[in-house]
T-cell receptor
Framework: KAGVTQTPRYLIKTRGQQVTLSCSPI?????VSWYQQTPGQGLQFLFE???????NKGNFPGRFSGRQFSNSRSEMNVSTLELGDSALYLC????????????????FGPGTRLTVL | DQQVKQNSPSLSVQEGRISILNCDYT??????FLWYKKYPAEGPTFLIS?????DKNEDGRFTVFLNKSAKHLSLHIVPSQPGDSAVYFC?????????????FGSGTKLNVKP
């Protein structure tokens, strides 16, 4: 079974630009969550998509948005990039089925390292 | 506001000894907790979890303890091996509608010395 894939793996942008990151979940998984990892802050939850709908949202500004396609692939977009957006962006897939968290182990991709200059 | 905190950014342990990683949380609604392990250039991988109805869960060398009254959980690794050297994250979530929204700590970097 193929794991979670994220593209691109590395990205360098300048302030003010916008960026789109992509995540392909494990086959059969319908939930994709996005996290931002920065030194000292750990992983911070951005949002979760399930069946093409945003189901959960973290406390990030509206510059951060996402979407999910019918094949469960997800994209995350950051507009008007700021220096502080430099981070590792991780996506995680799970079955996302309603029920206990214990039924929804999350599998993470390797991440996209975004550097904003 | 960090709802899940790992106050020790790093821990160094001798091979064969016990490693104890700690995690505190502030939200009393959290009732499911997990530990993840992360190697450089890889995404986190699930290690072990515990539900709030238990106070201990064991899986091989890894044991997680939960103290709900203190809002504290810990991960014990016995015996520690050099391959355990990685960053460990604890995470928490609430059951119910937000069950797939996880709050992570900032991580503890474990170094197991041969």
């Amino acid at each position: 079974k193929a794991g979670v894939t994220q593209t691109p793996r590395y990205l360098i942008k300048t302030r003010g630009q916008q960026v789109t990151l992509s995540c392909s979940p494990i086959s059969g998984h319908r939930s994709v969550s996005w996290y931002q990892q920065t030194p000292g802050q750990g992983l911070q939850f951005l949002f979760e998509y399930f069946s093409e709908t945003q189901r959960n949202k973290g406390n990030f500004p509206g510059r951060f948005s996402g979407r999910q396609f019918s094949n469960s692939r997800s994209e995350m977009n950051v507009s008007t990039l700021e220096l502080g957006d430099s981070a590792l962006y991780l996506c995680a897939s799970s079955s996302g089925l309603a029920g206990l968290s214990s039924y929804n182990e999350q599998f993470f991709g390797p991440g996209t390292r975004l550097t904003v200059l | 506001d960090q709802q899940v905190k790992q106050n020790s950014p790093s821990l160094s342990v001798q091979e064969g000894r016990i490693s104890i990683l700690n995690c505190d949380y502030t939200n009393s609604m959290f009732d499911y907790f997990l530990w993840y392990k992360k190697y450089p250039a890889e995404g986190p991988t699930f290690l072990i979890s515990i539900s709030s109805i238990k106070d201990k869960n064991e899986d091989g060398r890894f044991t997680v303890f939960l103290n709900k009254s203190a809002k504290h959980l810990s991960l014990h690794i016995v015996p520690s091996q050099p391959g355990d050297s990685a960053v460990y994250f604890c995470a928490a979530s609430e059951e119910g509608y937000n069950f797939n929204k996880f709050y992570f700590g900032s991580g503890t970097k474990l170094n197991v010395k041969p």
